[in-house]
């Protein structure tokens, strides 16, 4: 997932809105943008990743993990065995029981 589009939207927002105080502005968000690259982007990994341990929870016994490349996140997607397979692994778990 190419964080790049979302980081350069931010920033082309923080030009915008400091267009309206001038040039000094528009210079100071400019230089703001450029200085909060990195935390931006660890913000967004912070969200994505919190959203995956969320989607984990609803989704257990499969999860959903967030892992970089680069600078990049990918999402690995564990899907739940099928209940049949479950269910037959959860028998060969269990202790036979002998009649009392």
């Avoid at 999402?75 to 037959?88: D, G």
């Amino acid at each position: 997932m190419d964080l790049a589009p979302y980081v350069d939207q931010l920033r082309r927002e923080l030009a915008v809105a400091a267009g309206a105080g001038g040039d000094e502005a528009r210079a100071l968000a400019e230089r703001l943008a450029a200085a909060l690259d990195a935390a931006t982007r660890l913000a967004l990994l912070e969200a994505l990743s919190a959203a995956a341990d969320e989607i984990t929870r609803d989704l257990a016994p499969g999860s959903v993990e967030v892992r970089l490349r680069g600078r990049d996140p990918d999402f690995v997607v564990t899907q739940p065995p099928p209940a049949r397979a479950y269910e037959q692994a959860e028998q060969t778990a269990a202790p036979a029981r002998e009649p009392a």
